[in-house]
């Protein structure tokens, strides 16, 4: 089955330490794209990406960085600099109009 | 600036009642409304899209609605069940790119 998957589901981090999410599909979509959720809020777009080898800065980039070297996989490295990492992060893929998400990765920092 | 606004924030309602989820938007130019739903802890799932020409779109039990002059939609939920219980989104895109407008969503509580 064509889908998007999104591991861990479950992330916990130290202060000050790095972590990386994963999100791969395999629906031959090229544009891909990361949302955090908060509790109450909307998604907030964080990094997208349109195609192979290239991403944008979304609203709320400030402390993440990603890479997109396949067109499968779109790395989301939360850094240290991001001062307040613990929500729900959402991975989502697309091709024209249709969206599909993953399952999530809820991250905290203990 | 393009906003997406839900009411309510939350609702409880009985097994077997109708319930109206509204959602408000600013977005312009409107390309297209999605409504989702996503259960605790997962991805969000599409339940209807909707352009600008579309009054009216059911999936099942679900039924959206949508007027573009007002730029207001609403998702009705006809004889509700427990595993109707999640949060229900309104998602607008805007014109002219593939820029997304996330509601804060709407949270329903079916109980027994």
């Known amino acids: 089955d064509g889908g998007i998957t999104q591991s861990p589901k479950y992330l916990f981090r130290k202060e000050g330490q790095n972590v990386t999410l994963s999100c791969e599909q395999n629906l031959n979509h090229d544009a891909m794209y990361w949302y955090r959720q908060d509790p109450g809020q909307g998604l907030r777009l964080i990094y997208y990406?349109?195609?192979?080898?290239?991403?944008q800065k979304g609203d709320i980039a400030e402390g993440y960085s990603v890479s997109r070297e396949k067109k499968e996989s779109f790395p989301l490295t939360v850094t240290s600099a991001q001062k307040n990492p613990t929500a729900f992060y959402l991975c989502?893929?697309?091709?024209?109009?249709?969206?599909?998400f993953g399952s999530g990765t809820r991250l905290t920092v203990v | 600036k393009n906003q997406v606004e839900q009411s309510p924030q939350s609702l409880i309602i009985l097994e077997g009642k109708n319930c109206t989820l509204q959602?408000?938007?600013?977005?312009?130019?409107?390309?297209?409304l999605r409504w989702y739903k996503q259960d605790t802890g997962r991805g969000p799932v599409s339940l209807t899209i909707?352009?600008?020409?579309?009054n009216t779109k059911s999936n099942g039990r679900y039924t959206a609605t949508l007027d573009a002059d007002t730029k207001q939609s609403s998702l009705h939920i006809t004889a509700s069940q427990l595993s109707d219980s999640a949060s229900y989104i309104c998602?607008?895109?805007?014109?002219?790119?593939?820029?997304?407008?996330f509601g804060g969503g709407t949270r329903v509580l079916v109980k027994p």
């Open positions: 990406s349109q195609i192979v080898n290239d991403f």
């Open positions: 989502a893929s697309s091709r024209n109009y249709g969206y599909t």
């Open positions: 959602c408000n938007y600013t977005v312009s130019p409107f390309s297209n």
């Open positions: 998602v607008v895109r805007k014109a002219a790119g593939n820029k997304l407008t």
């Open positions: 909707m352009t600008f020409s579309e």
